[in-house]
């Protein structure tokens, strides 16, 4: 699982501290100005799928580029497991990668986070090797965006609507 949290303990303690005072007025806010501005970042800045695969490897038996792997034992594993499905290449894309983005927001234990929870059949997380730190060179190839930069751009920018969204809260509920 692809995973970015953000612990920022000075805006999120006071809005852990108006979470006992006025629980649903502060997770509503966070949830409908935090939570959606991330998702629509994400939506558009990390989601997207790029173009067809791009076979950038050494040529192949019929002289044609191959896909490029990081590894022969990656090459191997692929394999295996789309032939356990009987699968038979090139692989089709699910969607599931761009489906599996979600925002976690834990104003309980201060924590703002970005996760990616796509799986294959055999249940392992992959966002890691598509767009995260441990990106394959194929992934590359095609166009998939390393998304660890964008994500961090994406908690700051929230970060900052938080703490504008603290002033906001606070006059609506009368806690000032």
């Known amino acids: 699982m692809l995973e970015a949290t953000f612990k920022a303990p000075e805006i999120l303690g006071a809005y852990q501290d108006q979470l006992k005072r006025a629980p649903r007025t502060v997770e509503t806010f966070v949830q409908r100005t935090v939570a959606g501005y991330i998702r629509q970042r994400i939506a558009s800045e990390v989601a997207p799928y790029p173009g067809p695969v791009v076979y950038a490897g050494p040529p192949g038996k019929n002289g044609q580029p191959t896909y ?6 990656q090459r191997r594993a692929f394999f295996a497991k789309m032939s356990a499905l009987g699968l038979e290449p090139p692989y089709q894309r699910t969607g599931a990668y761009g489906k599996g983005w979600d925002v976690v927001l834990d104003l309980t234990n201060l924590v703002i986070g970005i996760v990616n929870n796509a799986q294959d059949p055999f249940g392992t997380y992959y966002a890691e090797f598509v767009g995260g730190p441990f990106q ?18 994406i908690l700051i920018d929230a970060l900052g ?5 603290w002033y906001d809260i606070i006059s609506f509920e009368g806690l000032a």
């Open 68 to 73: 490029r792997w990081k590894s022969p034992a």
């Open 161 to 165: 609507i938080l703490e504008e969204a």
């Open 136 to 153: 394959q060179p194929g992934h590359q190839d095609t166009g998939w965006i390393e998304t660890q930069d964008p994500i961090l751009n």
